[in-house]
């Protein structure tokens, strides 16, 4: 199973200078807990955002075009065709962080969809590629709290490819 798990904001912004445009531990928490114990697929500039550390209990794949590209207790690949058959032999799910040029490039490929809708407008210059929606049925959406630290309202979805 080969699924993207994102968070957006009303506009489709993904990201701003290769980080989040938000804090929202809320999602952070749901990407944890839905990641853990999968492999994560991310871009090399995803991966450069967030430290370039690998999250603990995952196994982290780091997809670059950069054949010499090197990084510590990390899986590397060099196509997204390597991807898409690495998921179709896993038992295990294959969830893909992004950036939004993998997002591209893999979308006819993803299964499931993890969508955080977070219902702001911010400001960044990286998107989430356009989604045919019809051909997605949306099978789980669960209302995020808003509280003293998650401070936009939000809400989680799951959909299933038809």
């Known amino acids: 199973m080969l699924a993207a ?19 929202l531990p809320n999602d952070l928490r749901f990407f944890k807990n839905t990641t853990v114990g999968n492999t994560l697929v991310m871009g090399r500039k995803t991966f450069e955002g967030m430290g370039s550390r690998p999250l603990p209990d995952r196994k982290t794949i780091i997809l670059t075009k950069d054949p010499a590209y090197k990084a ?41 969809l993890y969508r ?23 099978i789980d959406k669960k209302e995020g709290v808003v509280d003293e630290k998650n401070h936009y309202k939000h809400q989680f979805e799951i959909y299933k490819r038809i």
């Open 72 to 112: 510590e207790n990390v899986q590397i690949m060099h196509s997204i065709d390597e991807v898409v058959a690495l998921a179709k032999q896993q038992t295990t799910p294959v969830f893909v962080a992004g950036g939004a040029e993998i997002f591209r490039e893999l979308l006819p490929h993803f299964d499931y």
């Open 5 to 23: 798990i994102w968070a957006q904001d009303k506009n489709g912004l993904i990201g701003k200078d290769n980080k989040l445009p938000w804090y």
């Open 116 to 138: 955080t809708f977070i219902d702001e407008n911010f400001s960044g210059e990286v998107y989430m590629p356009p989604v045919d929606w019809s051909q997605w049925k949306l």
